[in-house]
């Protein structure tokens, strides 16, 4: 059997990986564009703050480590086309390559922006591929630049303007939206926007690029939509990404509004040879009940790993959903979340009320005890928990006291669920009560008092 896999980042090698542990004897065959597969994208924000020091530390692992595993590899080389009738792919330099099972994991292409792009200035950045972190880190160490504009503030946008201050460069952080960090409750973006500040970050909301011209020194000077003039030595583009799609499309796979495509729990396609995993694909979202996008690293690996399994011929389980789980640091801070925030929850026709708390990560006596922020938030007709977010210092576990609240969000449990989970206690790592269940209790006070106000 020969499975071939377009895309060598987290859903193709994980996808290789898990068919070699079940099938050993099966031709796998990883083609991808990228000249560094299995590399660790997530980590290169740490590799620009001057953190990490060695570009090549961040490869999860080797071209050669999967060589050893028997996984054969085909780099620098795009497939340009599928014909899904031949069951071939066709490469870029004009290879055609045949398949039993193809799996594609292509991933994402980032948002452009034209009035960027139309300058085609050397300073401008877009981070979304090893290439890209490996260009940004080879400019820096060059030109030393002393400022730099990020553009966009969900997660790259904040790590990167996180990265630059780190490296002593002085940087700006510009959101269209009223807020930063869109997906984060208003107070919890606010606290995000403060650690930024306090850190020098000059950060401008809903604002946006109005010009940009090239200097003759490689600076580029903006003109932002408050009438600020920049002129900096850096501009990063990260406003979004789009499902890279265009190749399963041309073969007539199935795809959704936004362009993800199509496949059910066992990451088929619309095509019986043809399977999808990572970001190029739409994710079943457990408490929305349908299909949704969420481009993560931790969803693309598990995806991955079914893909494998199904190319495999194995009795694949079902991927069975995801909560929207994520965590960033901010500096000393961390800000996590999982499910949804308020605004989605009344658009999606919940009646839900939101608690927000601080409470200690463990006992006050007990020295370096930190405040961590939590809002919780639940449905008021069902109790059903809906969504936790939380913000402290790194030290508070935040990262994963969130993971208990995800894991409540996948078995569907109410508020007042969470008050009978069994979580650990010691004075110096926490509290008879976690805060967790602080929020919860909050909860059920607030809305039995919504009970006694409806039912006068
Ligand atoms: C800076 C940064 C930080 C991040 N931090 C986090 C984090 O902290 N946590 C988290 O969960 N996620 C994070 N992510 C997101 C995470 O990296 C992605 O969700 C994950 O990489 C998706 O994996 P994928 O394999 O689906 O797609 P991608 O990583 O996008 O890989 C797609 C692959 O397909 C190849 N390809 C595409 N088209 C073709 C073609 N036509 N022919 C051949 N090859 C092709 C590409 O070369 C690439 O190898 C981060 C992303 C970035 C950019």
């Known amino acids: 059997m020969k499975v071939v896999i377009v895309g060598g980042s987290d859903a193709g090698v994980s996808a290789a990986l898990r068919i070699k542990?079940?099938?050993?004897?099966?031709?796998?065959?990883?083609?991808?564009?990228?000249?560094?597969?299995?590399?660790?994208?997530?980590?290169?924000?740490?590799?620009?703050?001057?953190?990490?020091?060695?570009?090549?530390?961040?490869?999860?692992?080797?071209?050669?480590?999967?060589?050893?595993?028997?996984?054969?590899?085909?780099?620098?080389?795009?497939?340009?086309?599928?014909?899904?009738?031949?069951?071939?792919?066709?490469?870029?330099?004009?290879?055609?390559?045949?398949?039993?099972?193809?799996?594609?994991?292509?991933?994402?292409?980032?948002?452009?922006?034209?009035?960027?792009?139309?300058?085609?200035?050397?300073?401008?950045?877009?981070?979304?591929s090893p290439c890209d972190g490996e260009r940004l880190e080879t400019y820096i160490r060059k030109k030393h630049p002393r400022s730099a504009l990020v553009i966009g503030a969900g997660y790259i946008g904040v790590e990167m303007a996180e990265a630059f201050a780190t490296r002593g460069i002085s940087s700006y952080l510009i959101e269209r939206n009223d807020q930063i960090f869109p997906s984060a409750e208003v107070s919890h973006s606010n606290r995000i926007q403060e650690a930024l500040e306090a850190k020098g970050v000059k950060v401008y909301t809903s604002c946006g690029v109005k010009t940009a011209s090239k200097t003759e020194d490689t600076k580029v000077s903006i003109t932002l939509t408050n009438q600020e003039a920049l002129e900096v030595d850096i501009v990063i583009v990260a406003i979004g990404v789009l499902p890279n799609s265009t190749l399963a499309q041309a073969a007539g796979l199935a795809s959704d509004a936004q362009g993800a495509i199509v496949v059910d729990h066992h990451m088929r396609t619309s095509d019986p040879r043809i399977l999808a995993a990572g970001d190029v694909v739409h994710t079943f979202h457990r408490i929305l009940q349908r299909f949704a996008y969420l481009p993560l690293g931790s969803t693309a690996h598990k995806q991955g790993a079914i893909a494998g399994e199904v190319a495999a011929g194995s009795v694949a389980h079902e991927f069975k959903g995801s909560v929207g789980t994520q965590v960033l640091k901010v500096f000393e801070n961390v800000f996590a979340t999982t499910g949804i925030k308020l605004a989605q929850s009344l658009h999606e026709g919940y009646d839900p009320v939101l608690v927000e708390i601080e409470a200690d990560d463990h006992k006050a006596y007990y020295p370096g005890a930190k405040k961590i922020f939590l809002s919780l938030l639940g449905d008021k007709i069902t109790g059903k928990l809906l969504g936790v977010q939380m913000y402290a210092r790194t030290t508070a576990a935040v990262h994963k006291r969130i993971d208990v609240a995800a894991t409540a969000l996948y078995n569907d449990m109410t508020v007042a669920d969470l008050l009978d989970l069994d979580l650990s206690y010691n004075p110096p790592l926490g509290s008879p009560w976690d805060p967790l269940q602080v929020a919860a209790a909050e909860w059920l006070r607030k809305t039995a008092t919504f009970k006694a106000s409806s039912q006068r």
């Open 21 to 128: 542990e079940l099938e050993p004897s099966f031709d796998v065959l990883i083609v991808t564009k990228d000249h560094y597969p299995n590399f660790s994208v997530c980590g290169l924000p740490y590799l620009h703050s001057g953190e990490i020091k060695d570009f090549t530390s961040l490869f999860h692992r080797t071209p050669k480590d999967l060589e050893a595993l028997q996984i054969n590899l085909q780099l620098d080389t795009e497939v340009s086309m599928i014909d899904s009738a031949k069951c071939l792919v066709v490469t870029s330099h004009g290879d055609e390559i045949a398949y039993d099972t193809l799996i594609l994991g292509t991933g994402v292409l980032p948002r452009k922006l034209p009035v960027l792009d139309d300058l085609q200035s050397p300073s401008v950045f877009y981070l979304h």
